[in-house]
Each structure stands twice: as C-alpha cells, then as structure tokens.
Nanobody, 129 residues
Framework: QVQLVESGGGSVQAGGSLRLSCAGS????????MGWFRQAPGKEREGVAT????????FYVDSVKGRFTISQDNAKNTVYLQMNSLKPEDTAMYYC??????????????????????WGQGTQVNVSS
C-alpha cells in the first residue's frame, strides 16, 4: 500500500524558512513524479513544485521560483521542499503527491494534478507578517 507522509510544517514569520519532508513507502519504483501542492482556505489547490526522481528535472510555480527548492533522497524514498524567504501568501496546507513509474524524461507538470494518483494528508504552513 502506497503511503506518503508529510512533515515539517509550522508557523514562522515572514522572511523565515521551513523544510517540508515527504516520506514514501509501499513502492520500489525509482523513477517517479513527486510533487508539492498547496491549498489555502477558499482557494483551489495549486502545484508548487515537482521533480522527476529519475531524470532530476524540476518545475516550480512562478510565485516560488528563487525561494523554494525541491530535492530528493532516493535512498530514503523522501522528497523535500526547502522554503526560504517565506511570505504570508505562502500560508496553506501543503500536500505531497506521487505519480509512480514514469520515464526519466517525463515532464512532471504542475498543471496535470490528476496525473498524481497518490496523496499525503498534508502539513500546515502558516506565515505571519
């Protein structure tokens, strides 16, 4: 059974940093699309960052470019989201999601949310001004 467990959320002041972790279990594929999505109250869920764990390509939504970094540790089946220079508008529930067994050249699109079949429960990030 595939499981994704997020951790690392919390409350910080604007300008601060947090690192989110997503630990995957129940699968052995090494080439996957892993993504971080977020949803603020009253807003649609949006893609924040994705990584192809086989080819290493990454994609970011424009609003986080230069501030957030997605990375992986394949040995631990874990994906991270380093968030720096946080802003109040980054406040949201952050979800980890996975699309398993993709080609190394596959583009893990932020827009194709339905491609991500497996989802974690989420971790809350609050940024105060």
């Amino acid at each position: 059974q595939v499981q994704l467990v997020e951790s690392g959320g919390g409350s910080v002041q604007a300008g601060g940093s947090l690192r989110l972790s997503c630990a995957g279990s129940g699968y052995t594929y090494r080439r996957n699309c892993m993504g971080w999505f977020r949803q603020a109250p009253g807003k649609e869920r949006e893609g924040v960052a994705t990584i192809n764990t086989g080819g290493g390509s990454t994609f970011y939504v424009d609003s986080v470019k230069g501030r957030f970094t997605i990375s992986q540790d394949n040995a631990k089946n874990t994906v991270y989201l380093q968030m720096n220079s946080l802003k109040p508008e980054d406040t949201a529930m952050y979800y980890c999601a996975a699309q398993l067994s993709v080609a190394g050249s596959w583009i893990c699109s932020l827009r194709r949310r339905t491609d991500f079949v497996y989802w974690g429960q989420g971790t809350q990030v609050n940024v105060s001004s």
